[in-house]
């Protein structure tokens, strides 16, 4: 987006390739902006505990659960989890949670110097169909911009031709 800030409106392209660099910008923040919708980020335990979304709450939530929010297509999903502390003295086999967009029951993880585990978790989806539009507007206009890179790469290449 700096190629274009940095532009005033009477700004006139030279050449093919400085068009194509400033396409290939533009397509590369619009494919992350699809990707944050069509792919949620993945977490651990630890980095959802630590993001602040269990402390919104007003009045606060009791500190068993911690919440996530995110969202996946066209979805705005909560999902709680329900933890319990592990003693200090369990047999049970600590094997800590990598990241994950969602935890199951039985995942692991610690937090300061007390070890948690996940006993239930509860999801709550909520269809948002806006979402679902700017998927395919984000869809959309990468087509349309792939259209005109190859269409300048076309009469790049047509007024590049020597033919003698």
Known sequence: MYLLANRDESYQFRTGAEVLKLMDAVMLQLTRARNRLTTPATLTLPEIAASGLTRMFAPALPSDLLVNVYINLNKLCLTVYQLHALQPNSTKNFRPAGGAVLHSPGAMFEWGSQRLEVSHVHKVECV????????VFFTVSLQLCQ?????????SSYWSYRPF
Request: charged letters at 25%; a neutral charge; zero cysteines.
């Open 128 to 135: 948002i169909p806006w979402l679902n539009d700017a998927l």
């Open 147 to 155: 259209q005109l890179k190859d269409k300048i790469s076309v009469f």
